[in-house]
Each structure stands twice: as structure tokens, then as C-alpha cells.
């Protein structure tokens, strides 16, 4: 059973648009929800996490918006620049539970051209 | 560099061998984390320490698998008997409390 299901699988855009990728997740104890940059041959790097009492979070120019009742977030990326090009997951955990197990989407495969 | 080092970065084994991987977190990261990733997925969840106590297993780690830290420090992901379906990156990362994770570049193990 896939806990968090993320969507695109892929997703091509022009330098300087605003490239969206989706999760939507299933259990409502999750409370911890990153998003990871992964690039070929690197480990995924934390971008920007969201706690579910919050609808929106910003930093540069990347933004969370979190829908608590649709159990769903998505990842914006403001003025796309193809070094931003690289494959992004999303992730949730439950972490007053005590368990620090992320829990990672299938990733989204992010083409940004010049 | 003080990031999370993993070695080797790349393993090539035959099936029914033994490997072993080694992870040293950021120095002063207490907790250390094991995920496996094979081609087109996101990382799975394997097994966590707390110092030098695994605190957490997923039923992914089979009895081939076994993970130790010894002294809280470095830590060693062994796979005995390796299968094919064995082959994937295996990740780890480290943390100083908490899920903000520092990843390593991971050790890709081709199992042939």
C-alpha cells in the first residue's frame, strides 16, 4: 500500500515558469511532510518541510501549499532555472509518535530547458 | 568535508556473496538512518539508531540484512547470501534529533 502517492511522474517546463508537483497522502497521523531534491548519483537533499498546522510555507523560491481536509500538498517553484532540474520527493512521517521513519513519494522527474 | 560519507560508492558482487557497507554520519549527529532506493522510486525505509541503539526495523530488513553502530559512531549495513533483487542504492543519513535528515551520496550495490 502506497502511503504517499505523488504525481507528475514527470514534468517539463520553460526557464521561468512555475513547475507544480502534487502528494496526496492517506493516514491523517502523519504530521511532517518534506519535500527532498535528489540529483543523478546524489542523495536527496532537504528543500523545505511543512507541519499540517499551516496552510502555506515559503523559502526562496520554493513554496509548500498544504490542504489538511484533501490530505494533499504540492511543491511551487517560482522562476523555474534549469539547474533546478533534478528529480523532487515528497515525503511524510509521523513524528510526534516518536518514529522518525520517512515515509518517500515515487519522485517527480523535473526537466526545466533554457 | 562534513557531510555524511558512504563507502564504497559503488559495489559490484556476484549472487550468494556477502557485502557490507559503511556510513559515518556528521560527527555530532546522534541519530543515524538506513533507506534503500531502487531505479524509479523514492528511498524505503530500512532501519534507525539513536546513538548506539537500533530503535527501529522495517520487515524490508529480511535476516539477510544486518545493521550495526558500534559506540554510536560509524555505522555498517551487511547483506548476506546477496540476491538480485538485492541490487539498489542504499542510502543512509544522519541527523542531530528529528527528521531533517542529512542524506549521503549513497553506495550502489549491482548484484549479477
Known amino acids: 500500500q502506497q502511503q504517499v502517492k505523488q504525481s507528475p511522474q514527470s514534468l517539463i517546463v520553460q526557464k521561468g515558469g ?4 502534487n502528494c496526496a ?3 491523517t497521523a502523519f504530521d511532517y511532510f518534506p519535500w527532498y531534491q535528489q540529483f543523478p548519483g546524489k542523495g536527496p537533499a532537504l528543500l ?20 489538511k481536509s484533501a490530505k494533499q500538498f504540492s511543491l511551487h ?18 513524528i510526534q509518535g516518536g518514529s522518525e521513519k520517512l515515509v518517500f513519494g515515487k519522485g517527480t522527474k523535473l526537466t526545466v530547458n533554457p | 568535508d562534513t557531510g555524511v560519507s558512504q563507502d564504497p560508492r559503488h559495489k559490484i558482487t556476484k549472487r550468494g556473496q556477502n557485502v557490507t ?4 554520519p556528521i560527527s555530532e549527529h ?3 538512518y538506513w533507506y534503500r532506493q531502487t531505479l524509479g522510486q523514492g528511498p524505503e525505509f530500512l532501519t534507525y539508531f539513536q546513538n548506539e541503539a537500533q530503535l527501529e526495523k522495517s520487515r524490508l530488513l529480511s535476516d ?5 553502530r558500534p559506540k554510536g559512531s560509524f555505522s555498517t549495513l551487511e547483506i548476506q547470501r546477496t ?21 549521503g551520496s549513497g553506495t550502489r550495490l549491482t548484484v549479477v
Open chain 1, 18 to 21: 512555475i513547475p507544480i508537483i
Open chain 1, 25 to 27: 497522502y492517506e493516514n
Open chain 1, 48 to 67: 523545505i518541510a511543512i507541519r499540517p498546522d499551516v496552510s502555506e510555507k515559503k523559502e526562496g523560491r520554493f513554496t509548500i501549499s498544504f490542504n
Open chain 1, 77 to 94: 517553484i517560482m522562476d523555474s532555472q534549469p539547474g533546478d532540474s533534478a528529480t523532487y520527493f515528497c515525503a511524510a512521517a509521523i
Open chain 2, 21 to 24: 557497507f559503511r556510513c559515518d
Open chain 2, 30 to 32: 546522534n541519530r543515524l
Open chain 2, 64 to 68: 539477510r540484512f544486518s545493521a550495526e
Open chain 2, 83 to 103: 540476491e538480485q533483487g538485492d541490487s539498489a542504492m542504499y542510502l543512509c543519513a544522519s541527523s542531530l534529533g528529528g527528521v531533517g535528515y542529512t542524506f
